[in-house]
């Protein structure tokens, strides 16, 4: 293992170089060789361990139900992720993590990760702050990425958002928690033109709904 890109990796910034292995023993850390295009993780996986990449690159994306792709950030040697849903047991992933190119990957389980940080260990404490800065840091860059990549179309905000209610609920079939006005403002939306272009992507085939119950038809294409 090139243990100079750990010494690089903010998360054990502070940490010395000849105390990695140890410490990575103790964490019952390992690594994992990824083909180009093959999954690290996928939508709706739950996160057992957060991630460092080792070499190559990967890109974490998200596939809408109907086959929309995007693109949300490239990941290069030395840089974490997975690591805010590999803090929170059991929450689905929403986005996936691929392989852009032939890669190695570290993962790092949580359970022993806190486990261990309960303990008198000065390593683990540094580890652990050193978490809370890499997910400070990596939820602003995705914030600030939603942002910027909001869909132009009332529709592709549509298909984003019950793309995402699909995997929280681990079903193409779920009630929604808004009313019409409800989702309208949260999809920064004319209550109207929402209404009609759930219409029209009922018509389309995509979807059927009756109130807050929507139920997504995987097998339509948008057109």
Not at 40 to 50: E, F
């Amino acid at each position: 293992m090139n243990l100079s890109i750990l010494s690089d990796c903010r998360l054990f910034a502070g940490i010395p170089t000849g105390r990695l292995p140890a410490l990575l023993h103790t964490l019952h850390a390992y690594d994992k060789r990824y083909s180009k295009g093959q999954p690290v993780y996928r939508v709706g996986d739950t996160a057992h361990a957060l991630c460092v990449l080792l070499s190559g690159s990967v890109t974490i994306e998200r596939d809408d139900a109907w086959g929309g792709k995007a693109i949300f950030d490239h990941i290069s040697p030395g840089a974490v992720f997975a690591e805010t849903y590999a803090c929170v047991p059991g929450a689905p992933m929403m986005v996936s993590a691929v392989a852009a190119a032939p890669s190695d990957v570290l993962f790092l389980p949580v359970e022993h990760l806190l486990t261990l940080a309960r303990q008198e260990n000065t390593d683990h404490n540094i580890l652990l702050r050193n978490l809370l800065d890499v997910s400070a840091r990596k939820n602003l860059t995705l914030t600030r990425k939603i942002f910027h990549t909001t869909p132009k179309t009332l529709r592709g905000r549509l298909l984003s958002y019950l793309s995402a209610q699909a995997v929280q609920h681990g079903s193409d079939e779920f009630d929604i928690p808004f009313d019409r006005q409800q989702l309208a403002d949260y999809l920064n939306a004319d209550r109207s033109a929402l209404s009609n272009e759930l219409g029209k992507m009922q018509r389309d085939g995509l979807i059927s709904f009756r109130k807050n119950h929507f139920v997504l038809h995987r097998g339509s294409t948008e057109p």
